[in-house]
C-alpha cells in the first residue's frame, strides 16, 4: 500500500470515553469496538506530516467480543487494530463487496503478523 514510514496513534482505551468520542463525530453515542480517524484527507491532510491517523479501541468491548469469540484479548486487540488501520487508509465496508475485500486483507495481515511471530 505505500505506508512503510508512516506513523500512528493507537489509544487503548474504555466503553466510556469511545461512546463519547463516537457521539461527538456523528455516531451514535454508545460504545464501539475500534473507531478510526484518518489524517490522509479532509481538513488539515496537508500538515499531517508522516501520520495516518489515530486508531481507538475500547479494551471493554474487545474483550466482551473476545469471550464470545472465544479467542485471547490480544488477538482480538490486533484485529481491531488491523481494522483500524485498513480504515485509516481508505478501506470501508458498507457494501457487502467491500467487506468481503477488507475482511480477506484482514485476514491476510493477521496470518502474516501470526507467521512472523
Not at 486487540?77 to 481508505?90: D, P, Q, S
Amino acid at each position: 500500500m505505500g505506508f512503510l514510514d508512516e506513523e500512528l496513534s493507537i489509544t487503548l482505551t474504555s466503553d466510556d470515553s469511545i461512546a463519547e468520542l463516537a457521539g461527538r463525530y456523528g455516531r451514535p453515542r454508545r460504545p464501539t469496538d475500534v473507531l478510526a480517524f484518518s489524517m490522509l484527507d479532509g481538513e488539515g491532510a496537508e500538515f499531517r506530516g508522516g501520520c495516518l491517523g489515530d486508531v481507538l479501541i475500547s479494551v471493554e468491548t474487545a474483550a466482551r467480543q473476545a469471550a464470545e469469540l472465544r479467542v485471547e484479548l490480544i488477538d482480538e486487540l490486533r484485529t481491531l487494530l488491523i481494522h483500524g488501520v485498513l480504515h485509516l487508509v481508505g478501506m470501508d465496508h458498507s457494501t457487502p463487496a467491500q467487506a468481503r475485500a477488507m475482511r480477506g486483507l484482514e485476514d491476510h495481515l493477521l496470518w502474516e503478523l501470526t507467521r512472523a511471530g
